[in-house]
């Protein structure tokens, strides 16, 4: 038997799978947490198997998250639909309890939080409701475990009823006493101008700043705790005249390479605490708001701040939470956008750095954060010009009630990432630092103890051709840079495995053009491959090539001001370099740019709306858009 | 008058919406039709959107959809 969970956006759909299976998906009090659809059987009975659904407010989908609904309900069987409904907002609600049933499939409603509507002053009609729907409704709490059971023996026994009368006196199913709601004090001074931005400002500096200082605090007990057991256990195979290729192999792979990601184990996990805290009170949508105006002005929309926000955790998430944006070329270029936010695995990278060359300086990270923005805000504008038409889809948004964060899903989410986390550790960086340390340990010969003899300096020395005019003249750095495609956490792995001294770098300037590199760079894998089935073959190739190409140029300019600043020697070739590079960034944006007419999209080679005469497929791509001029 | 001449704290009733039909069906599911009683919380730092409340929803409507809400 197979249950779906709809229902309106922020009405508890996932709160409640997560009960009902005893499962840990992630919840959050704003539009889109959910964009996929999950499946899982009921915890008491493996028969009945329930499946979550995004949120919607109509079943005519218009972002894509909401056409995951609809499709899922055309391709796949559904005995019975749990329609989830806000008890605290039963007006809003209406509209969709109708057309779900229309669906003809036997229904049962969820009025959920009906701990908090009888303490808010809400009375819901119930008799009055199932009368007219014919169906049943049933008062449920997600959050507090009131009446779940019933709610699934309901389902067992539903039966599609067929008449129903859709005329609704709103005044009599619901009556609330008129309040002037908590969310609407709390909104006029977080939303007001100055504060707003303030406050805004102040949240983003101490996601980053606490989760660096506290973290690195622990950090510091937890690599010494690794580092001396390390030793420890290398002094005590020698004793006993094991092989030194093993010992090696414990050293580097073991200790230098997972010891220094696990050691920041405690940075991760009170980032993503913090980032919990704010997804699940409600200020997500707040910032969607702040920001619709300039996120317009730079081609995107006010719903793209939310991946940012979320690519601080992680790409991946935040790659698939761009679902939840109507157009489709502001939903592109946040996707294109998204991965210049550091994600915590940079953030580990960046860690790294501030410890070996920057004294641990807490800065160093949260500076390259903002950097981000400026990238973002950069590039932003240069996709807009390359993208061509101007769009205003229409901002449209609902600010959910704010809510104190549930103390189970945020504690859910530190248990989730904690075991993530580890988890990739010991595979995915733990094969790579292995991989790289029997490149670096061995040749034709056999093991070798020198690394300019190994494979991997034959490797890296073929490719550091490429990254030479941004400064990064060793071969250790292009293996890195290289090995950070897998993972971020790998770079450090990488550095570890092959020796580090300050050489490594020309300079403080170098270092942090190295920085800048890896947080512009293509990101993981693993969001290449989430951003492969969000954008077409060819969108997708491009995302790759303007990643690598806007890496490079920052860094670039860094290298090149570090060295204008250090000396003038090398001055004149690399300012000729640098002008080939801006020409041909100026030539390839006005051969792209031109013929991006509004109207012909460049069909009549005209520029800038001058065509009169609109051809047949770019009117037909117009009735297509959610949002046409009118 | 239309919802984007409202001050803040202003309330007013909703005369009609002359969006275009897909987002005066968006604005239909989240319960903003004609005759509903809005009230207008605040705007955003940047001048728009515009907050809005009406039966315990809050709404953030852009400006190019609070020019076309008629309001009295």
């Known amino acids: ?630 | 008058m239309l919802l984007k001449d409202l001050n803040k704290n202003e309330e007013a009733v909703v005369k009609a919406v002359l969006c275009n039909v897909a987002v005066k069906k968006r604005l239909f599911n989240l319960g903003l039709t004609e005759g509903v009683k809005v009230r207008v919380i605040g705007f955003s730092p940047f001048f728009e959107p515009v907050e809005i409340t009406f039966n315990n929803t809050f709404l953030a409507v852009g400006k190019s959809i609070a020019e076309k809400i008629e309001v009295e």
């Open chain 1, 1 to 630: 038997m197979n249950i779906a969970l709809i229902g309106n956006p922020n009405s508890g759909k996932t709160t409640l799978f997560n009960l009902l299976t005893n499962s840990r998906e992630r919840t959050g009090n704003f539009n889109g947490v959910t964009v996929q659809e999950k499946v899982k059987p009921y915890k008491y009975d493996k028969s009945i198997t329930i499946i979550d659904l995004p949120g919607l407010y109509s079943l005519n989908a218009v972002s894509p998250d909401e056409k995951v609904v609809s499709d899922y309900i055309k391709n796949n069987k559904i005995d019975c639909i749990i329609g989830v409904v806000d008890g605290l907002n039963l007006e809003r609600n209406i509209a969709l309890i109708k057309e779900l049933k229309k669906l003809a499939i036997p229904i049962v409603y969820a009025v959920n939080f009906c701990d908090e509507t009888e303490k808010k002053g809400v009375k819901i009609d119930k008799n009055y409701l199932e009368e007219k729907f014919n169906a049943k409704f049933i008062f449920i709490s997600a959050r507090k475990n009131i009446n779940v059971k019933t709610l699934i023996d309901c389902t067992k026994s539903a039966k599609y009823g067929k008449d129903y009368d859709p005329n609704i006196d709103l005044n009599r199913a619901i009556k609330r006493e008129n309040k002037i709601s908590l969310t609407e004090k709390i909104d006029k001074v977080l939303t007001s101008p100055i504060i707003g931005l303030f406050f805004f400002a102040a949240v983003i500096f101490s996601v980053y700043f606490l989760s660096i200082k506290t973290g690195g605090f622990f950090g510091k007990y937890l690599d010494g705790l690794i580092t001396g057991l390390g030793e420890n256990l290398g002094k005590k195979l020698q004793n006993y005249g094991i092989k030194r290729w093993f010992i090696s192999l414990i050293d580097v792979v073991i200790v230098k390479g997972i010891g220094s990601v696990v050691s920041f184990l405690p940075q991760i996990i009170i980032m993503f605490f913090l980032l919990a805290l704010i997804e699940e009170s409600g200020y997500m949508a707040r910032v969607s708001y702040i920001f619709e105006r300039p996120m317009r002005y730079i081609g995107l929309s006010g719903k793209s701040v939310i991946p940012f926000v979320i690519a601080s955790g992680c790409n991946v998430n935040a790659v698939l939470s761009t679902r939840t944006i109507e157009n489709d070329v502001e939903r592109k270029n946040t996707v294109f956008l998204a991965p210049f936010i550091p994600c915590s695995a940079k953030m580990i990278v960046y860690g790294w750095f501030a410890k070996t060359f920057f004294n641990g300086s807490p800065y160093i990270a949260t500076l390259l954060y903002f950097i981000g923005i400026i990238a973002i805000l950069f590039f932003g504008v240069i996709l807009k010009k390359l993208n061509g038409v101007k769009t205003d889809s229409g901002f449209i948004l609902e600010m959910p009630v704010y809510r104190l964060p549930s103390f189970k899903s945020v504690f859910f989410v530190l248990i989730e990432k904690t075991k993530d986390f580890l988890l990739r550790v010991g595979s995915i960086i733990f094969l790579i630092t292995f991989f790289l340390w029997l490149l670096n340990s061995f040749n034709f010969h056999g093991y070798t103890e020198n690394g300019e003899e190994s494979f991997l300096y034959i490797i890296g020395n073929t490719i550091k051709g490429i990254f030479y005019p941004l400064g990064f003249a060793d071969w250790k750095v292009s293996v890195a840079i290289i090995s950070g495609i897998f993972a971020k956490e790998a770079i450090i792995g990488a550095l570890g495995v092959v020796f580090v001294d300050s050489a490594l770098f020309n300079g403080a300037y170098s270092v942090f053009a190295f920085l800048i590199f890896i947080e512009l760079a293509p990101p993981c894998i693993a969001t290449l491959i989430t951003a492969k089935g969000e954008l077409n073959r060819k969108d997708f190739y491009f995302m790759i090539l303007f990643q690598f190409l806007s890496a490079y140029f920052f860094a670039l300019i860094i290298n090149l001001f570090g060295i204008i600043i250090k000396s003038y020697i090398n001055l004149l070739f690399y300012l000729v370099i640098a002008i080939i590079l801006i020409l041909l960034i100026y030539f390839s944006v006005k051969t792209l740019k031109k013929g991006q007419c509004g109207n012909c999209r460049g069909r009549n080679k005209c520029r800038k709306n001058q065509c009169t005469t609109i051809c047949v497929k770019a009117r037909r791509r117009k009735k297509t858009h959610f949002f046409p001029k009118s």
